[in-house]
């Protein structure tokens, strides 16, 4: 092969995020098989030891002062810098948070090769044309409606740059094609997913019946608001359902409020920040993992809900649909209703036949899902002559890297039946029960 892949990415070694987990499997895949790879990181995030098949190229220690997220912007300055650096000059360079490009795309290395970026979320893009929004779903909402609406200018002006976009879900894919004006058709799907489940774990002891587990670090964009109003109406069908909230926000003491107002601040536990390995056994540990997110990109937490065996519930926003598919891996409701949050949780507990299938189907969804697939995928993209081509060729060729279809879960069919309902989302709670202090609050974080 006479290709040269550039890897650009700011976590490699570190998992912090989706992005980190992302990043490091794509890593992991390109150095099993041997691939031709160059990964440009921070110097903290190189890891030749593990990763002895890859070249590196140093981008310095990351710095302290830059506001952006895994500092992009830094980031992206010091590619260019470094590039001339680079023994064998690459024939394909992978953004993997597509924003560090801002700087590449413009500038003279950018010439003769074929650049692709990843697409992680459409926040940016959708901030309003006014800060009010953010207002009682922030805790600086003036500075992050600012941040976003410089951050929506980067994006335009850089997306519009590169030979090909992988975004991690259709909805992502189609927002950001109709806000800056992609082609569709310079736009694919990667299928971003989750490793195999940690060894060894030791579940902790979670109180509740049920107990309830939220994992996420930004608590109104998750919704979690909404999901300590659902508590609320549970406290006469589920007076023992207990919430768990792994994350860390500034916005926890707002919550904590709200929990106190509403009577249920002894059954919602704050973990904080918690480490992988101590997710991982918090997961093994609850009865049900219910986000009920205003806007979500994708959430690949649902998927490592999946991975541990747990049913879900989720609000049908945004790419969540495409993972979290109601009555057949989890439980979807409307976004912002507390009252179909109620109802999904209730009927969901008193239903162990309903848990069985939804566990089922999150196993099956993610077993097509599968790491292998998602770097396959990801190597289509860079041009099929870097696949070597096998028994799976048809699959690969006929691939979900098109934004406009998706091939269903292949058994989940067989699993449930036709008897399921149809209805998309779940609102199973009378009118009179709704918190009317929720009308207001439909708004994006």
Not at 103 to 130: E, K, N, Q
Not at 379 to 391: H, M, P, S, V
């Amino acid at each position: 092969m006479d290709h040269q892949l550039l890897l650009v990415t700011a976590q490699a070694r570190s998992v912090r995020s989706g992005v980190g987990t992302y990043a490091r499997m794509l890593i992991e895949g390109y150095a099993e098989r041997g691939l031709p790879v160059t990964v440009a990181t921070w110097t903290q995030e190189m890891d030749p030891e593990a990763l002895p098949g890859i070249d590196w190229l140093d981008l310095g220690s990351r710095p302290r002062t830059d506001p952006t997220q895994d500092s992009f912007w830094t980031l992206g300055k010091r590619i260019v810098k470094a590039f001339g650096r680079i023994e064998t000059r690459p024939t394909h360079v992978h953004f993997l948070d597509a924003r560090a490009a801002h700087a590449f795309v413009r500038s003279p290395h950018r010439r003769g090769l074929r650049v692709l970026g990843t697409l992680h979320d459409d926040y940016a893009a959708r901030c309003p044309s006014h800060p009010f929004a953010y207002f009682g779903q922030a805790m600086d909402p003036i500075r992050r409606w600012a941040f976003y609406r410089w951050l929506a200018r980067v994006e335009k002006r850089c997306f519009a740059r590169f030979d090909v976009l992988l975004a991690n879900s259709r909805a992502t894919a189609r927002s950001l094609s109709k806000a800056y004006g992609i082609p569709e058709s310079r736009m694919a799907i990667s299928p971003l997913t989750v490793g195999t489940t940690p060894q060894g774990l030791r579940p902790r002891d979670l109180d509740g019946s049920p107990a309830l587990l939220f994992s996420g670090g930004n608590f109104y964009r998750k919704g979690l608001d909404i999901l300590v109003r659902a508590m609320a109406l549970l406290d006469d069908s589920l007076p023992d359902v207990e919430l768990h909230v792994a994350g860390q926000d500034k916005a926890q003491g707002r919550i904590r409020a709200l929990a106190m107002q509403l009577g249920v601040d002894e059954r919602v536990h704050f973990h904080g920040r918690v480490e992988p390995s101590r997710m991982a056994a918090l997961f093994a540990s609850a009865d049900m993992f219910v986000m009920p997110s205003r806007t979500e990109a994708l959430g690949l937490v649902y998927l490592e809900a999946f991975r541990a065996g747990l049913p879900v519930v989720a609000a049908a926003e945004g790419g969540v649909v495409e993972i979290v598919k109601d009555h057949k891996t989890g439980l979807l409701v409307p976004p912002c209703d507390e009252q179909a949050l109620a109802g999904a949780i209730h009927s969901l507990w008193g239903d162990a036949d309903l848990q069985r299938r939804l566990i089922q189907g999150g196993h099956a969804l993610l077993t097509q899902r599968s790491p292998d697939y998602l770097v396959e995928q990801t190597l289509l993209a860079y041009g099929e002559d870097w696949i070597t081509l096998d028994d799976n060729a048809d699959q690969l060729e006929t691939s979900s890297l098109s934004i406009d279809s998706e091939p269903e879960l292949s058994e989940v069919p067989s699993l449930f039946g036709t008897d399921q309902p149809e209805s998309p989302v779940i609102n199973s709670m009378p009118m009179s029960n709704r918190d009317p202090m929720a009308s207001g609050e439909n708004i994006r974080s």
